[in-house]
Each structure stands twice: as C-alpha cells, then as structure tokens.
C-alpha cells in the first residue's frame, strides 16, 4: 500500500528565550548571546514545507520524511535562512523476526540561532545519551539498526545500535555551545528492549550503553502499534 503526503504553511514566529523565573534573557551564562539578532526575541516569518512517501506491505516497508523550513526576509530584522531535515527507513521480515534500518540527515544554512541546532542524542536519536548530549550543529547525520525477535504472544524482544554525529559543524553554531558543554560531536549507543504489543499501541523499555559506559533506560509508548 503507498501513501504520500504534502503539507506546506506560512506562519510568523517569535522566539523570546527566558530563564528559570521566566524573565527574559539574550545571553547565557558565559555572556554568548542565545538569539541571532542579540536583542531579547528574534521574528521569522517561516515557509513550511512537509512532505512523506510510504510503500508498507506484509513483508516490508520503505518510508521517506522531507522536512524544510525557509525563513522570508518580509519584514525589516526578521531572520533568512534554510532548513532541511529528510529521515529513510526501510523495515524487512526476516522469517518471524524484524529488521528495520534508518538515516537521518539534517542542515541549515543563513541566519541561525543556537535554539536551532540540530540536538543529537536521546531516545528517538542515538540512545544511551541523555537529549543532545552527543552534540549540536549546522549539521546532522543519524543512523540507527533494531532487530526484532518475537518471544510470546504480544511480547517482542529486540538489539539495537545508533550512531550519530554534527559531522564537524558544532565549530559554525553561534558561541560554539557544543564545546563549552562538553559535547562529543560523535556518538554511538547500543542496547537491548521488551516491546508489548496493546490494542492502545506498543510499549516499550529500552535498555541502552553508550561509548562512555552510561547505561539509560527508556521508557515510551508507540501509537501506532508494532511492526
């Protein structure tokens, strides 16, 4: 069965960072500013575009997500810039167990914030690493592997392993907080989960290593079921 889907938008957009007591702020807490234009907001009026093909049968399936954002230069200090994500998938039966493989590729050029990196890292990115531990960037590329095994009924056993870098474009985010947070730029987790199968959807409990030995769990719910 193949679906396709195209969603786009025009929509204006105020950012205005705050800190813990809601007052807001233009720097952090080494003096680096947090928004583009140095004031205490940044305005964008963004151009939307989402677009998604799928082709899912018994045996398989192969899904494509594209993902831009282009900031328009319609009104005076408002930010110009390009955003791209685009996420492949492809999942494979193998007799009654599951392979599935994805790439997740990422970029942004012009006018940029450090809100608007790329976060790399986390439970639907590279686990074993807490959200956008492993680094943040202009850039982003993720790759992730799972194999699942059937075990009883409704019960499902799987390994993983993703991986996931800034491909060296931590250096060309504004105040590099990458660096100043201690970020690797790289990283690699693997692991092992339980995946029970509802009527409401799948729940899931990940168990996750990364290169430095920090182990996570995750917990998450799936509605849209098992594979």
């Given at each position: 069965m193949l679906y396709r889907f195209l969603i786009c938008c025009l929509f204006p957009q105020n950012i205005r960072p705050v800190n813990n007591q809601g007052h807001s702020i233009a720097r952090d807490h080494?003096?680096?500013?947090?928004?583009?234009?140095?004031?205490?907001?940044?305005?964008?009026?963004i151009l939307k575009q989402e677009s998604g093909y799928a082709d899912v049968n018994d045996n398989?399936?192969?899904?494509?997500?594209?993902?831009?954002?282009?900031?328009?230069?319609?009104?005076?200090?408002?930010?110009?810039?390009?955003?791209?994500?685009?996420?492949?998938?492809?999942?494979?039966?193998?007799?009654?167990?599951?392979?599935?493989?994805?790439?997740?590729?990422?970029s942004i050029v012009g006018d940029m914030a450090p809100y608007q990196a790329f976060a790399i890292g986390g439970l639907g990115?590279?686990?074993?690493?807490?959200?956008?531990?492993?680094g943040s960037g202009r850039l982003c590329l993720i790759a992730n592997c799972e194999y699942t095994i059937p075990l009883v009924k409704h019960l499902e056993g799987s390994i993983f392993m993703d991986c996931?870098?800034?491909?060296?474009?931590?250096?060309?985010?504004p105040g590099n907080p990458?660096?100043?947070?201690?970020?690797?730029?790289?990283?690699?987790?693997?692991?092992?989960?339980?995946?029970?199968?509802?009527d409401l959807g799948q729940i899931?409990?990940?168990?996750?290593?990364?290169?430095?030995n920090r182990k996570t769990i995750y917990f998450g719910i799936n509605s849209s079921g098992g594979s």
């Open positions: 080494d003096g680096f500013p947090l928004t583009c234009s140095g004031n205490l907001h940044d305005n964008m009026i398989s399936f192969l899904k494509v997500n594209f993902q831009m954002e282009q900031g328009l230069p319609l009104v005076p200090k408002s930010l110009t810039f390009n955003r791209v994500k685009c996420a492949v998938s492809k999942g494979i039966k193998l007799g009654p167990t599951f392979l599935v493989t994805s790439l997740t590729g990422g990115s590279v686990r074993g690493y807490g959200e956008g531990a492993v996931g870098s800034d491909l060296g474009s931590a250096r060309h985010v990458a660096l100043r947070q201690g970020k690797p730029g790289f990283g690699i987790g693997f692991g092992y989960g339980l995946h029970f199968n509802t899931r409990v990940d168990y996750a290593m990364n290169a430095f």
